[in-house]
Each structure stands twice: as C-alpha cells, then as structure tokens.
C-alpha cells in the first residue's frame, strides 16, 4: 500500500503549503461515465493503480461503469480521498467542483473529451500520470475560486461557488439587457449587451476568451469583466484586482434573465436584482506536470506557432 513519510510542500499564492504525507495516500476515480471510450480508460487506470499498489475508491456511477461496486457520491468520494483523479474534460472537472462543495481536494485531471485546458495527462499518458502521482513529481496549482451571490430585491441570497465564471444571458430571448456594474461601490458602466461574464485567472480561456477577453496566467489574481455583444462598442474585458467586490444589478430586461456558474444550473435574476461576486476564502488545488505548466498548455491548446503560417 503507497504510504508518503514525509511532507509534501507546495507554494501557492497564499506562501509555502506543507501537507502531511505519513498516512497511506487514497485516491478517488470519477469518469464522465457517458465518453465512448470512458470504460477502457478507467480499466486502463485502475491497472495501472493497482501495478502500483495504489489505494483506491470508485466514484458509484464510474464503478458501475466497470462492473464494480460502490456507494459513494462525488461529495463523499472527496471526503474519503487524498486526491481525485477525475477522467473526461474541463466540462466534467467543472462539474466535480461543484459537486464537491466544501470538500475540496486536489484534482488530477485526464483528458478524454476535447480542449482539456484544466486537465493535465492525456488518456494515453495514464502510465505516465500513475508515476507521478506515486513519485509525487507533479506541481499544485492553487486556483482561485469565486463566490457569487445572488441578491433578490426582498434581500433573498442564494450562493454559489465557481472555477471558471459566474454568466448573466439573456437565454434564448432576443432582447438587449442592461447592467449596472460597481466595482467596490463605484460605478464602473451600464454595459447594453446580450450577458456578462465575470471570469476567474482559470475561466479566462473558456467563455471570457470567446467574447473577446484576455487571457490570464492561473495564479496572477484578478477577475476579468467581459461583456456579450455590447451594443457600444467601446465597452471591452476589463481586468479588476481579486480582492475586489464586483456588483452587477439588472437594471433593464423585458424578462427574466439567468444567471450560471460554471455552465451549471439556471438562476432568473429579475428585475432589481443584485448579483454580488468577489473571491472566496477557498482555494482548488490543480495538479499541472512539469513538462506540462501553462504556457505549454496554451500553446498547443491554441495552436499558437509564432510567426510561422
């Protein structure tokens, strides 16, 4: 049985993190269960565990997946685990995160769906990602997460916690709708757009990227503003300190729009409503290769070649 007898120290935005490595270590496996290819690559990883004498524990959908046994929910997974190794997407980590709640432990991300930019071991590296797991040679990415609120105009509050990005849309209507946007108390615009979308460092590469946002390095702090279409074209990404309290009312709608967190879940925001979104306490500790930092990610995620054509 693996058993680490020393302790393991990271270095995250908060200073050093050392964490105690004198207990035999635990794994948790969960699969996007409905990928083709899903139950080879979870044989595939089990053998390898087991080549390694690695301890274990199946997430209930994942094990059914392979004919095994288990009871535990993502949630309870987490509370039994060291460490998650989640096997589909950024699509299918998202979704773990939210999951998991409170229980946050570090996640080893195998890419079986498409861009995989929160994953860091392909499907045909699992030897590759076994090994490092066991020799600890891997790196803890301490990623920011952002809590949002949202504040109905009777004062109701309903939270929720994100990775990527909190999303205003309009759905499927085709109607402008206006925001007002205070950063700390003061007003920054009334953005006249189709949404908003209020990304973290990580979520600057998905939705925030497509709209025309920049891109941020994981661990730079910071939440990026990026409207949806604007109707004035002078409206673009703004870049505000993570220490920031960012509030958005809806001010104009002709209906209901919604609000998502990490692409989970549909929330009305009515007219009045207030959506207050700033970072949480809690951090997600995201484990990136050596070989395989951001910068690497990025470029051969987009493909980015300098100046050759």
């Not at 908003?196 to 025309?212: D, E, W």
């Not at 967190?261 to 009515?270: F, L, R, S």
Request: proline share 4%; net charge neutral.
């Amino acid at each position: 049985m693996l058993a680490w007898r020393h302790d393991f120290a990271y270095q995250g935005p908060r200073g050093e993190c050392r964490v105690p490595r004198s207990f035999i270590f635990v794994i948790g496996l969960i699969a996007h269960t409905e990928k083709t290819e899903a139950a080879e690559q979870v044989r595939a990883m089990i053998s390898a565990l087991e080549e390694k004498n690695v301890r274990f524990l199946l997430e209930k959908s994942t094990a059914e997946l392979v004919g095994a046994l288990s009871d535990l929910d993502e949630r309870a997974l987490a509370r039994q685990c060291d460490l998650l190794v989640v096997m589909g997407g950024d699509g299918t980590i998202l979704r773990v995160v939210h999951k998991i709640g409170e229980d946050i432990k570090p996640i080893f991300g195998i890419n079986i769906g498409s861009l995989g930019f929160l994953t860091c071991a392909a499907a045909t590296e699992i030897p590759r990602a076994v090994e490092s797991i066991t020799r600890q040679d891997y790196i803890l990415s301490q990623r920011s997460l952002l809590l949002t609120e949202l504040i109905s105009s009777g004062g109701k509050i309903r939270r929720m916690f994100g990775l990527n990005d909190v999303v205003i849309s309009r759905g499927e209507r085709s109607q402008l709708v206006k925001l007002r946007v205070k950063i700390d108390g003061a007003e920054l615009t009334d953005y006249n757009a189709d949404g908003l979308i209020i990304a973290t460092p990580t979520g600057s590469t998905a939705y925030s990227l497509s709209a025309g946002g920049p891109i941020l390095m994981p661990e730079s702090g910071g939440f990026v503003i990026t409207p949806i279409c604007p109707h004035v074209l002078t409206n673009r990404s703004t870049v505000v300190s993570d220490r920031s309290v960012i509030t958005s009312e809806l001010i104009v709608a002709e209906h209901s729009v919604f609000v998502t967190v990490d692409g989970q879940g549909n929330h009305a925001m009515h007219l009045g409503d207030t959506l207050r979104i700033s970072q949480s306490d809690r951090t997600l500790p995201l484990v990136m290769l050596p070989e395989k930092l951001f910068p690497e990610v990025l470029r051969q995620k987009l493909k980015w070649s300098g100046s050759n054509v």
